[in-house]
């Protein structure tokens, strides 16, 4: 934790000694796409999410020609398939019949900066390449399961929600389109990976569960431009 606020202070040191005599703020919204070991179907390992909505504010500024630094921080939302989820539950369980659950989504909150490189392939036309480190705060959903048994069983039991900080780093680039001096609109995106560790109580005592939280970020951005005098 001190590492990474540490590292945020240097970006904000930098960007107080930018060349730039504006700052960028990016709204952007769009959607947040699972991948790898975060979408897997796998009951020990997979996390079932589906595509989510993301929304996020990022602020970046040029310290010397094309190089500059971006600081953003972003929310998502993925749900869970939970009829896969079901399915697999009675595939696996010879002794349930069948299994109906109601689940929250993941919740996830990241905060990441980095250095950035921009340039113009034509005129007005802005693409920028990123490279992100920082830090999710993640939340498992809560869970409810009714499950249907062969002989006798619970008639409901609760998956209750984990909270968990982890370092989280991955890409991103910006693509924008210049409409005026004071605002652009564009494209955004980034790739961002996390190992999470969520802590249970079962009946073996605290039980961690390790997931692998990969998520591609698109969305559409608007870009205004503040300038300041130094």
Known sequence: MRKIFLFIFIILTLAAGAQSS???????????????????????????????????????S??????????QSGFQLHPVSVGILGYE???????????TIRSEPYQIIHFAGGP??????????????????GMFLSKTP??????????????????????DRSFAYGTGFNLGYNIT???EIGVEGDLLRSKAGFSFISANGLRTDFK??????????????VPYNR
């Open 116 to 133: 950035s490189y921009t340039f113009f392939p034509v005129p007005k036309l802005r693409l920028s390449f990123i490279a992100l480190a």
């Open 22 to 60: 504006s700052v960028q703020i990016h709204l952007r919204s769009g959607v947040s796409i699972p991948l790898l070991e975060f979408t897997s179907n796998d009951l020990k390992d997979g996390c079932f999410t589906q595509t989510g909505i993301s929304t996020s504010l990022a602020i970046s």
């Open 181 to 183: 001096s004071c605002y």
């Open 142 to 163: 809560y869970q409810l399961h009714k499950p249907t048994y062969f002989l006798t069983g619970p008639p409901y039991y609760e998956i209750t929600s984990s909270r």
């Open 62 to 71: 040029q310290i010397y020609k094309q190089w500059g630094i971006v600081l």
């Open 212 to 225: 692998q939280i990969t998520m591609l970020n698109l969305s559409v951005v608007l870009v205004l431009k």
């Open 89 to 99: 539950k009675v595939k696996n369980d010879p002794f349930l019949l069948d299994i």
